[in-house]
């Protein structure tokens, strides 16, 4: 038996709302590893991914290449259109290389 995302979004709404008021303390990867988990689940959350998006870009230059590579597929994943955050992933990683 498998569960559906029915089963789960109270769960991640719940996170999501914990969320968004310390992203200002999430790190790099906390960022990185917080888009990828919402996003391996496909739980959009509007509010937490605009928060989140501010956080990144603010911080963008402590990504590692792989959180960089790591919040640009949970964007485009998630379906979220976000031209400055991608284009600024997109910059950075450049720069990384």
């Known amino acids: 038996a498998t569960l559906s995302l029915s089963h789960y979004e109270p769960l991640l709404q719940a996170i999501s709302a914990a969320s968004i008021p310390l992203l200002s303390?999430?790190?790099?990867?906390?960022?990185?590893?917080?888009?990828?988990?919402?996003?391996?689940?496909?739980?959009?959350?509007?509010?937490?991914?605009?928060?989140?998006s501010s956080e990144?870009?603010?911080?963008?230059?402590?990504?590692?290449p792989q959180g960089l590579a790591t919040t640009?597929?949970?964007?485009?994943?998630?379906?979220?259109?976000d031209p400055t955050l991608l284009n600024a992933i997109s910059a950075e990683g450049l720069r990384k290389l």
């Open 25 to 52: 303390e999430f790190n790099s990867q906390d960022l990185a590893n917080t888009a990828w988990s919402f996003a391996t689940r496909c739980f959009k959350n509007p509010q937490l991914m605009d928060s989140q």
């Open 56 to 64: 990144v870009l603010a911080k963008l230059g402590e990504f590692a």
């Open 72 to 81: 640009a597929w949970a964007y485009s994943s998630l379906g979220i259109s």
